[in-house]
């Protein structure tokens, strides 16, 4: 498995023979608008441009996987780029038709997609009504018979569902964002950098830490994070890498792996509905 971070939480996945485009945000430096809306700190985003190898990263995709729609995980540039190459985009059931009616080539998410074992875990991308106002978020563990298992919790805070997604399925890997992002409104909407401790020791292999200095209103920075595991003890388990950096894993061969649990999932409600009108066209 190979971890190719290009920024934010866009990254190109590469399990066996597929080369997944997660969470594509390809927009200029500066082309969106700033996120933080109350409090000092408010910049265009993103705060910076992608690395200069992205364009031949990119060309290599075989698809696209979506967790969520919003603007640092699906954005305008991305959607144009992804309709002029025609590749599938996967989701899950909550965010599908939202996609289809982009235009997009949309494919669910469910076990057995793309010839690996998946489940759907939902995420809660912030805390109280403020979390129901971010709308639904999909994490999603994926396991390739030849590769590690991966858990990609996407946009979440430390709610009992990460934990028990972390015990049950024992990834080999996780990939979690670590920005602290916070709007300014609604209090923190993703992983304090005290829970990523905790998400971190709970972890059976290693973490990846994604979501970091591309955005206004995520004030973690890398060498935070460096700095508080190391402190705790913890820097030999965590991948934090620069944008353009590629990260490589092998799958452990004494590593049991559990069945993921195969259900519906969420469905679309209001949450999305209402949510969905603030997403990228
Ligand atoms: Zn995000």
Avoid at 172 to 198: C, N
Avoid at 200 to 220: F, I, K, M, S, Y
Wanted: proline share 8%; charged share 25%.
């Amino acid at each position: 498995m190979k971890y190719r971070h290009l920024r934010n939480a866009t990254a190109l996945l590469t399990l066996g023979e597929h080369r997944l485009l997660v969470d594509p945000m390809l927009a200029d430096a500066g082309a969106l608008p700033g996120f933080k809306l109350f409090g000092a700190g408010r910049r265009r985003n993103p705060l910076v441009p992608l690395p200069a190898g992205a364009p031949a990263w990119l060309d290599a995709a075989t698809g696209v996987l979506v967790t969520h729609e919003h603007p640092d995980h699906l954005d305008a540039a991305a959607l144009r780029w992804i309709r002029a190459r025609g590749l599938p985009v996967w989701s899950s059931h909550v965010d599908a038709a939202s996609l289809r009616r982009k235009g997009l080539a949309v494919r669910e998410v469910h076990d057995g997609s793309l010839g690996l074992d998946v489940e759907v875990v939902p995420a809660r991308h912030g805390h109280g009504w403020f979390a129901w106002l971010m709308g639904p978020v999909s994490g999603y563990y994926l396991a390739h018979p030849d590769e590690p298992s991966v858990y990609l919790t996407s946009d979440a805070v430390l709610a009992d569902a990460v934990l028990e997604a972390v015990d049950r399925l024992q990834p080999d890997v996780v990939v979690a964002p670590a920005g602290a992002a916070d709007m300014g409104v609604g209090g923190r909407i993703l992983f304090s950098v005290d829970e990523l401790v905790a998400l971190v020791r709970r972890a059976p292999g290693r973490v990846v830490l994604n979501h970091l200095e591309a955005l206004d209103h995520c004030p973690t920075t890398r060498a935070d994070l460096r700095e508080r595991l190391r402190a705790e003890g913890l820097q030999g388990k965590v991948d934090i890498p620069e944008d353009g950096e590629e990260l490589q894993f092998t799958r452990p061969d004494d590593h049991a792996r559990p069945h993921p649990r195969v259900g519906p999932g969420p469905r679309p409600g209001l949450q999305k509905w209402l949510t969905a009108r603030m997403a990228a066209t």
